[in-house]
């Protein structure tokens, strides 16, 4: 019942629906039961639901519904035992069934549902047949296989005319045969009835010693089986304390584990917890600290940003005093430090804008050369529209430049492989997955000076206009200014 859904009401409906009497003698277990045609059923037509609730209420109490449903289907040879149940009871495996044997198919099932308010008396005993006018000579003769036991033999009869007795009631279309039979046997019974009395007299002939002696080692059988119950209710008792001393240890160990249980939760709760709170603290502490990096961040851009425009202001400073020095020495001035005339402030303004005419010649270049720059890094790519743009994409021409470089050296690679494959069809690519240590072509300086040479004679063949980017599972390795 543990690892099935089996009922009370499974036992019920699996008798009824098999249509087969509780203590009814079968051809084989109910286990291995067949097709309607079982010679163990007593007929092959099935119940509905309904009826076979109305069986189970006729025959015991039960609470079963009209829409019942199997908590653990019965048994039979189309759901047969698992290999674990022929494991736990190899009775079941054992006692294998016989041929398949079929019973007739009934037109009509001889044993419906009735109300009972509907049910009549069926047919009574047929009359034993009357022994006056027999006679002894009349008597069926004895078996002349042996002597027998006129009792046992007796009882033999008796239990066979039971039988014939219950047959006869189903067999309905056999009367005459039945009829016949239980006349014979009643006959047998006569014969037998006619050693009665000598065997009683035979009886009455034992000693009373013999008497006494059975009766005594009957006394004696008795006490020892009162002995026997004693030491069997003591040993019950002895077992029942244990049973109980263990139950209580189960129940008192049941309650230190649920209370230790309790205790380690709480403990790795209260743990939890305080890792929690502390990984909070830190998150605000690690926040607070990088709102201070960012601050001292925008303070160094903004420090850097005014040191460059001082230095751009010191630069055209010195480049203005240099002019001025230089022509104060052209015009031999003794006093190169003196303070700047009006011609001084003239040579600065003059040399300032040869320098912005200088750049503004090259200035036209520029965008011609950046555009250059970008179809030779990006090629198959469409030019940006404005010149911002392009300069945007410039940026990281030293990382595409890297990229470029890692795109050559795996052009080099497949060159290197075309050739040894054009060579050697059955060479084993899977075999070439790195480079063998201690390798003549590396120790042997005139062996590395050939292959360097077979090498760059064959970097012609790579295709080093054409980018060809890594597989999805390999990463170049470019550091984060490109390089």
């Known amino acids: 019942m543990k690892e099935t859904n089996i009922c009370s009401d499974d036992i019920i409906r699996a008798f009824i629906s098999r249509r087969v009497l509780p203590l009814k003698r079968r051809a084989h277990k109910m286990s291995e039961m067949y097709d309607p045609g079982d010679p163990t059923k007593i007929t092959g037509l099935p119940l ?44 079941i495996e054992a006692d294998r069934r ?40 009349r008597l069926p003769a004895p078996d002349p296989a042996g002597p027998r036991c006129s009792e046992e033999h007796f009882m033999r009869l008796r239990r066979a005319v039971k039988e014939l007795d219950s047959a006869w009631y189903d067999a309905t279309n056999n009367m005459m045969t039945t009829a016949d039979a239980r006349k014979i046997l009643f ?38 089986k009162e002995q026997l119950i004693r030491q069997h209710r003591e040993a019950l008792d002895a077992q029942e304390t244990y049973s109980k001393g263990l139950k209580d240890q189960l129940i008192q160990l049941g309650l230190e584990h649920s209370k230790a249980l309790k205790a380690a939760q709480a403990t790795a709760e209260a743990k939890l917890n305080e890792a929690l709170e502390d990984a909070s603290n830190s998150t605000v502490v690690l ?39 230089e022509r104060r020495v052209a015009q031999a001035y003794k006093n190169l430090d003196a303070p700047w005339d009006p011609y001084d402030h003239l ?13 503004d010649r090259n200035l036209a270049d520029i965008p011609e050369v950046a555009i250059q720059l970008f179809k030779v890094l990006w090629p198959g790519e469409e030019v940006p529209d404005n010149l911002s743009l392009t300069n945007d994409r410039l940026k990281g021409a030293g990382w595409r430049i890297r990229e470029w470089q890692c795109s050559a050296a795996r052009a080099g690679a497949d060159s290197a492989l075309r050739v040894a494959c054009s060579w050697y069809p059955n060479l084993d690519l899977d075999a070439l997955i790195g480079v063998r240590e201690q390798a003549p072509t590396d120790l042997d300086p005139v062996l590395t000076a050939k292959r360097q040479d077979r090498a760059y004679r064959i970097a012609k063949y790579a295709a080093m206009r054409t980018f060809i980017p890594p597989p999805p599972d390999v990463k170049d390795y470019l550091d984060d200014e490109g390089r």
């Open 48 to 91: 509905s639901k309904d009826d076979i609730v109305l069986k189970a209420r006729q025959i015991c109490q039960t609470a079963m519904r009209d829409d019942w449903e199997w908590g653990f289907l019965p048994l039979s040879s189309t759901n047969p035992l698992t290999q674990e149940a022929k494991d736990r009871f190899p009775r």
């Open 98 to 137: 016989g041929p398949c044997r079929k019973r007739p198919l009934d037109a009509v099932d001889p044993d419906p549902y009735i109300h009972w308010t509907d049910l009549k008396m069926g047919r009574t005993h047929t009359s034993r047949p009357a022994t006056r006018g027999l006679g002894k000579d």
């Open 187 to 224: 006959e047998e019974l006569l014969w037998e009835l006619r050693d009665l009395p000598e065997a009683h007299s035979k009886c009455q002939a034992i000693p009373e010693a013999s008497i006494e002696a059975l009766r005594t080692q009957l006394a004696a059988l008795q006490d020892e």
């Open 287 to 325: 926040r607070a600290e990088l709102e201070e990096a960012a601050k001292a961040r925008k303070a160094a851009e903004d420090q850097t940003a005014r040191l460059e425009a001082e230095q751009k202001e010191y630069d055209l400073l010195a480049y203005a005093q240099k002019k001025v020095g």
């Open 347 to 359: 040579v600065v303004l003059s040399a300032q804008v040869s320098h912005m005419r200088a750049v």
